[in-house]
């Protein structure tokens, strides 16, 4: 579905939504991926008559993108900073309370708008500074890798454990297709993974409304399947590198963004598959390991829980006693990908498909399969099966 199809759709979504959910509208001004992306990134400050941007990024980003950034930066007439995130002890760049603090410090009173000038976790430091500070974000991506470039929440880091705050989406977004084509293969294949997610998280999302009547977007889920749709149809193109198929994986992963910006909330684009993905990183980063992509994370969780979805609902231990939807959450589960299957799409572009590629021990996947679900406060079919059982 095109991008603009999207944007039209949400913002009428009282006309072409049936449910009574509370549907927020887009206020993002611009969105361009292509060529000309920074040409309209300054034609978009110019309009705006800013007068003093920061720049957030780390060094890997500021060297992928900023420097090109900081040259358009310097044929307007305007003042800007840069403040570059520091790595922690073991050399990662993570969203936690000393980024956001070292970000925060950075954000003056003539600060006009922050540019976020990176992938997931400067975005996530970006977004949630902003914030707390008032100032609007611009969203530059340097690799087509998570799907939260243009949503609302920014999961971080605190005291150990992941948790996701409401902020702010970005006001506008400039993708370089160059940039993006120049990112690292495993970051593409992040991307992928984080859209192969959507299986899993539409499964559990329809799973939750159906036991629990949690609150129900057909018109997100709409938007977030036919994001995942293009991108699956697009992967021969994405894992030749081609321009054309990073164009199709970065339009999926803003639109994945812009259901989850509508409905307000992270269940269209994460269900269990996240849950394990965060309990690995809290692992990862108690026991000082570093950090593995969140994509390739997600990835490998869709793929483990969609062999074990099915395998629990056979075996009875899915749903909760006295429940009367078998015939419905059987419809859900067959609309589950084999995970031999998606285990040879993510394989094609070079990605991860089991924990032990990711470093993950199988007593910490048979703890995650246990403990996870804790993280959320959401009733996915790993929720289910653990409390059944």
Not at 28 to 49: C, H, P, R
Not at 268 to 279: K, Q, R, T, V
Not at 285 to 300: F, N, P
Not at 312 to 339: C, H, M, T
Request: some cysteine; proline content about 4%.
């Amino acid at each position: 579905m095109d991008t603009e199809k999207v944007i039209e759709l949400v913002n009428q979504a009282d006309k072409n939504c049936s449910c009574s959910h509370e549907h927020h509208p887009i206020t993002i001004e611009k969105m361009t991926v292509g060529a000309d992306a920074y040409d309209q990134f300054t034609v978009f400050l110019s309009d705006k008559n800013y007068k003093n941007v920061l720049m957030i990024a780390d060094e890997n980003t500021l060297h992928a993108a900023g420097e090109r950034v900081v040259t358009y930066l310097e044929k307007l007439d305007l003042s800007y900073g840069i403040c570059l995130i520091e790595p922690n002890e073991i050399g990662d760049v993570v969203a936690d309370e000393q980024a956001l603090v070292q970000a925060l410090l950075a954000i003056h009173d003539e600060v006009d708008c922050l540019l976020a000038v990176g992938s997931g976790t400067i975005h996530d430091i970006t977004r949630f500074c902003g914030a707390k500070t008032g100032k609007p974000f611009i969203s530059i991506p340097t690799a087509a890798s998570v799907d939260g470039f243009t949503s609302l929440g920014a999961p971080l880091i605190i005291k150990g454990v992941k948790k996701t705050f409401p902020t702010a989406s970005p006001i506008a977004l400039f993708a370089d297709i160059g940039v993006l084509a120049s990112a690292p293969k495993t970051m593409t294949a992040a991307g992928v993974g984080d859209m192969m997610a959507k299986f899993t998280s539409l499964a559990d999302w329809k799973f939750d409304h159906l036991v629990k009547g949690e609150p129900y977007c057909p018109l997100a889920a709409e938007i977030t399947k036919s994001a995942l749709d293009d991108c699956m149809l697009g992967v021969d193109k994405i894992a030749r590198g081609e321009e054309e198929g990073l164009k199709i994986l970065m339009n999926s992963l803003i639109q994945s963004g812009l259901a989850m910006l509508m409905f307000g909330q992270s269940h269209p684009a994460s269900g269990g598959e996240h849950h394990l993905s965060h309990y690995w990183e809290m692992e990862f980063l108690q026991k000082k390991r570093r950090q593995v992509l969140h994509g390739a994370k997600v990835g490998v969780s869709t793929i483990l829980l969609s062999s074990l979805y099915p395998k629990w609902y056979l075996e009875g231990k899915l749903l909760p006693n006295g429940s009367q939807e078998k015939d419905e959450v059987k419809k859900i589960i067959q609309s589950l990908p084999d995970a031999v299957s998606l285990t040879e799409l993510m394989e094609q572009l070079g990605g991860p498909t089991t924990p032990e590629q990711l470093g993950i021990e199988q007593d910490l996947v048979d703890r995650s399969l246990k403990e996870a679900y804790l993280l959320r406060d959401r009733f996915t079919m790993l929720k289910s099966y653990n409390e059944k059982g």
